[in-house]
């Protein structure tokens, strides 16, 4: 089978890797040719635009930053839609507007192209690992044709219910996490500055019913002053207001999701839209005039 990758950043170039080692004929896409240099040495081909990418691959994986990337890939003037054929797959693994992917799929349907949402959880270590968690929305009997590509990528796939569903369940769960990021960088701040011990309110949270993801990163996170990126601030602020936008869409109000994303939005303004989303710790402590840091560390 032949299969196209779209996207060779952070995740999708070990994603893409995967795929190759699996034994595919693999063709890839990036908007910078050298990021695909590694994998082309490596045997795959190389495929100057999304549209050649669809005349010659069966199935075409695209995993982008945005939303507009994707409409991009799709709906440019050498875009997808201009070689998609009966029979064909496209499999969005970018986190992205279950609305926007909804109209790919319309539109795709009407040349006999199918249409899957699958965004992972797992970050660049478990796309790295090959151990990402995959949410897939669209038709059983599609996945089922594809669902050893995503075995080389992951190794939990979900089907989660019809197109659009996958994404659905990224953004609450990244709306659910990234409210606790937020609430756990100003709890750490206020304990601090009241005279607790950054690292034992660390050990103290991370055995009671305050635990959560964001505190299992802190100890090698913020408590060491490590603000590098694995997860980008920007793109964390990016999928509060996909989440967001589709309350909207459903007429519900999110409150506290809001509140998060004011804080992620005031961190990218600050300039750390680059640093792990982590540092929405930062802007807090400097109004405190407290660091929440592991004693030794900088």
């Not at 910078?32 to 994986?61: F, H, Q």
């Not at 309350?247 to 998060?260: F, I, K, M, Q, T």
């Not at 005031?266 to 300039?271: D, N, S, Y």
Request: glycine letters at 12%; a positive charge.
């Amino acid at each position: 089978m032949k299969i196209g990758f779209i996207g060779l950043g952070k995740m999708g170039k070990y994603m893409a890797g995967h795929i190759l080692e699996a034994g595919y004929d693999l063709t890839v896409h990036d908007l910078r040719k050298r990021a695909a240099a590694n994998l082309i040495e490596k045997g795959a081909k190389w495929a100057d635009t999304p549209e050649s990418m669809a005349k010659t691959c069966r199935v075409v994986i695209s995993c982008v930053p945005n939303p507009g990337d994707v409409e991009n890939i799709v709906y440019n003037d050498v875009g997808l839609l201009r070689g998609w054929k009966k029979g064909d797959i496209y499999i969005d693994m970018s986190t992205n507007s279950p609305t926007l992917i909804r109209r790919i799929s319309e539109d795709a349907a009407k040349l006999g192209t199918s249409v899957l949402d699958a965004p992972v959880s797992g970050g660049d270590t478990g796309a790295q690992a090959g151990t990402l968690t995959i949410m897939v929305g669209g038709d059983s009997k599609i996945l089922k044709d594809v669902l050893q590509i995503f075995k080389a990528m992951g190794n939990k796939v979900i089907h989660v219910g019809d197109v659009g569903c996958g994404d659905i369940a990224k953004l609450v769960n990244n709306m659910i996490s990234l409210s606790c990021n937020v609430i756990t960088a100003e709890g750490f701040v206020l304990g601090v500055k009241a005279g607790i011990d950054s690292k034992k309110l660390h050990e103290i949270v991370s055995v009671s019913t305050g635990n959560n993801f964001t505190v299992d990163c802190y100890s090698t996170g913020v408590l060491q002053g490590n603000f590098n990126p694995g997860f980008r601030l920007a793109l964390a602020a990016k999928d509060m207001g996909l989440a967001l936008s589709l309350s909207r869409e459903y007429g519900l109000p999110l409150p506290v999701a809001s509140a998060a994303e004011q804080k992620l939005m005031e961190a990218k303004a600050a300039g750390m839209g680059d640093k792990n989303v982590d540092a929405n710790i930062l802007l807090l402590e400097k109004l405190a005039g407290v660091k929440v840091r592991a004693s030794g560390s900088k």
